[in-house]
């Protein structure tokens, strides 16, 4: 069962979305999410980015067109 986000929720994931979107095309690519999760973790050897990558796309690009749109995004975090 999904629980509905709020507004405040909502706006908080956009503002989110929109500084891993950084040429701002209303779609997050590999590159910019393999550059997020480099500023999460950092330079750490143990961790497979290329990997990491892949399976957050296999999760959340609903319909594999290689992009996370915000609709693919937030209904993940719902
Ligand atoms: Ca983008
Ligand atoms: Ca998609």
Redesign the pocket.
Known sequence: MKIPLNQNQIEDLRKFFQEVDQDHNG?IDKEELKQLLETIWGQNAEVDLTKAVQSTFDKC?????????FE?FISLAS
């Open positions: 779609k690009d609903l319909n594999k067109d290689g992009f996370i749109t693919e």
